[in-house]
Structure formats: structure tokens, C-alpha cells
T-cell receptor, first 115, second 114 residues
Framework: EAQVTQNPRYLITVTGKKLTVTCSQN?????MSWYRQDPGLGLRQIYY???????DKGDVPEGYKVSRKEKRNFPLILESPSPNQTSLYFC??????????????FGEGSRLTVL | KQEVTQIPAALSVPEGENLVLNCSFT??????LQWFRQDPGKGLTSLLL?????REQTSGRLNASLDKSSGRSTLYIAASQPGDSATYLC?????????????FGKGTHLIIQP
């Protein structure tokens, strides 16, 4: 089944404790992206990747890192989490080549709470 | 900077009614527009995608239209059912290979009363 898989789905952590949210897709998509969703602010892009070893900042990149060493994986790293990073995080991917429509597919989300 | 607005923010209607959700965007230079559904605590499910060259797309009881020149899209839901209750989000993409991602509206929270 074609899907975008995120882990963990739920996490409670404390300020300053490094964490990684993994994202994997099995659709051979070039493009992958991370969004956060907050009440009243909607969905905002954190980072994106056009392909392996190609990443760039979105609208709200502060406090986050990403890497794209393999096509299927795009982990989101919080080196020193703070309470304002408490949010619902979504990973998404899309096919860019071969006349693809660019339709974006989302994972189930990861709810992160930073105390 | 692109801004996407969805009206109404919330809507409650009896089962069986046909309804229209609205989405407007400020910059008409878009590549595509996508409608999503989000259930509480869940991810986003893609419903329909309209390319900038298209006027509408249909899937089952759903029909989405796009008027790029006026910066508007509508999602029409026919014969609504309680299972249609969810938040509906529209999002626009400026270009295919560009650096920008999707710009999302804040959604319409839809409740279909049995």
C-alpha cells in the first residue's frame, strides 16, 4: 500500500532533550516536506527536500533540522526542543517527474508535546 | 505573499443537503489547487487536485471548481452524509519545481447532522 509513515505518532518530552521524528514513503517520490499545524495558524511548512541531499527551509525552520540521505526517508530533528515546538507535525511527499501532477500525500501526523 | 481564505470557518447542515465550501486566494499565479479532508487527530487525505489549466474535477459526490482569474475555488458536496463530517482544507501551489510548498487555508469545519 502506498503510504507516508511517521513515527512516533505521539511523544511527550522535556525541554532540551533531542528528538527525531522519522518519515518514510514507499512511492519513490522525489519531493518530501514537513509541516506543523497549530490552532489558529493552520499548516505551515518547516523544511522541504527536492531530492536526495537537497534540502531547504520553509516558512518556519527555526529550531529544526532535516536530512535526506535516502530517497525514501526524511527525518525531522529537534536538537533542543522548546515548549513553543509543541504542535502536530505532518510529513508529506509528492512525485515531481514524468509529468506528475504534484499531488501531495500526507502522513498520519505526529503529536509532540514539549514540557 | 499568497494568502488562502476559507469561508465559512464552520458549517452544520442536516443530512442529505447539497453544500458548497469556498476557498479564495490572493495570487492567481498558481500551479495547482488541492482539496483535503482532515478527520480529528488524523492526517490529511487528498480529495481532489485541480491543475491551473483545468476548470473542475469530480470524484463521486464531490466536485471542485477553479476560477483562477478571480482567485476562487469551490468544493461541492452532493447529498451530504454524517460520514462527511470533517475539516476541509484547500491549498494552492505556486509552481511545480519551485521552492515553495503549499499555502493552506485554515479550513472549514463541517458537521452533518443525522
Amino acid at each position: 500500500e502506498a503510504q507516508v509513515t511517521q513515527n512516533p505518532r505521539y511523544l511527550i518530552t522535556v525541554t532540551g532533550k533531542k528528538l527525531t521524528v522519522t518519515c518514510s514513503q514507499n512511492m519513490n517520490h522525489e519531493y518530501m516536506s514537513w509541516y506543523r499545524q497549530d490552532p489558529g495558524l493552520g499548516l505551515r511548512q518547516i523544511y522541504y527536500s527536492m531530492n536526495v541531499e537537497v534540502t531547504d527551509k520553509g516558512d518556519v525552520p527555526e529550531g529544526y533540522k532535516v536530512s535526506r540521505k535516502e530517497k525514501r526517508n526524511f527525518p525531522l530533528i529537534l536538537e533542543s526542543p522548546s515548549p513553543n515546538q509543541t504542535s502536530l507535525y505532518f510529513c508529506a511527499s509528492s512525485l515531481m517527474t514524468g509529468g506528475a501532477s504534484g499531488e501531495l500525500f500526507f502522513g498520519e501526523g505526529s503529536r509532540l508535546t514539549v514540557l | 505573499k499568497q494568502e488562502v481564505t476559507q469561508i465559512p470557518a464552520a458549517l452544520s447542515v442536516p443530512e442529505g443537503e447539497n453544500l458548497v465550501l469556498n476557498c479564495s486566494f490572493t495570487d492567481s499565479a498558481i500551479y495547482n489547487l488541492q482539496w483535503f479532508r482532515q478527520d480529528p487527530g488524523k492526517g490529511l487525505t487528498s480529495l481532489l487536485l485541480i491543475q491551473s489549466s483545468q476548470r473542475e474535477q469530480t470524484s463521486g459526490r464531490l466536485n471542485a471548481s477553479l476560477d483562477k482569474s478571480s482567485g476562487r475555488s469551490t468544493l461541492y458536496i452532493a447529498a451530504s452524509q454524517p460520514g462527511d463530517s470533517a475539516t476541509y482544507l484547500c491549498a494552492v501551489k505556486k509552481s511545480h519545481w519551485g521552492a515553495d510548498g503549499l499555502t493552506f487555508g485554515k479550513g472549514t469545519h463541517l458537521i452533518i447532522q443525522p
